[in-house]
């Protein structure tokens, strides 16, 4: 929780200069409901993560962008995955990780023969293809991609990728592009479900003001993820 506080002070205000042109920076990246009939929760993933079905944070941040302004090159390869490999290496090797980044780098890297397999560098961040069972800085893994028109990369998220059973905190995070041809736009997705994985829950994983935090950050990671994929 600590964390995202000082993630939303260096990263939020110190890169947009303040809260208020954040908020107009951010003004088209929109929370609409998710709810339990989302396919997320009933992925293989997510009931294995959560035997229990423990209460999550779960929200969805939606982003459309028209046609036009999407770099030419993804949009011709959108069926091969070309689209949502970019905005996923946005999410990753943008500015609005980097902070996130250099705590874990810190922290984790430095042991070689644990870590040296998974992506930590901006440049490797921004090239990779996000196939299923890339770790990314010792707190991320892909647990599913799918390609198409309708592309999505899942992660799981909540604890080291080298722990593999059911954690004390896990979720998923979701990254999804759609090309909406009838109204020439792509929508662009970033969903969260984060809870308790051991043990039984009796409320959700985040109070209020840190849940706020965290829509805040999404929306940072939204902007960075598009500007990778427009002109």
């Known amino acids: 929780m600590g964390v995202l506080r000082t993630l939303f002070t260096t990263t939020v205000l110190g890169g947009a200069g303040s809260a208020g042109a954040f908020a107009f920076w951010t003004r088209n990246a929109q929370f609409v409901p998710l709810t339990t009939a989302d396919p997320i929760f009933t992925s293989q993933a997510y009931l294995f993560q959560n035997p229990n079905s423990n209460p999550a944070t779960q929200d969805l941040c939606l982003r459309r962008v028209p046609l036009s302004k999407i770099k030419p090159q ?4 959108a069926s091969s995955g070309a ?3 970019a905005f996923c290496a946005g999410v990753w090797s943008g500015w609005g990780y980097e902070v996130q980044r ?8 430095g042991d070689v023969a644990r870590t040296g397999h998974q992506l930590w560098d901006r440049k490797e961040l921004h090239e990779s293809k996000y196939e299923v069972g890339t770790q990314i800085t010792d707190h991320f893994e892909v647990v599913e991609k799918v390609t198409g028109e309708e592309g999505r990369i899942v992660v799981r998220c909540g604890d080291s990728p080298l722990n593999r059973d059911v954690r004390p905190s896990d979720g998923l995070f979701e990254m999804s592009v759609k090309i909406d041809r009838e109204k020439r736009e792509a929508v662009f997705g970033l969903k969260s479900v984060l809870f308790q994985g051991l043990g039984k829950a009796e409320g959700k994983p985040m109070p209020a003001h840190i849940e706020f935090l965290h829509r805040v950050y999404t929306k940072l990671w939204m902007e960075t993820a598009v500007a ?3 002109m």
């Open 228 to 230: 990778n994929c427009v």
């Open 102 to 109: 250099r705590v874990l780098e810190r922290k984790w890297r």
């Open 83 to 85: 689209l949502i490999e």
């Open 74 to 77: 993804l949009l011709e390869k």
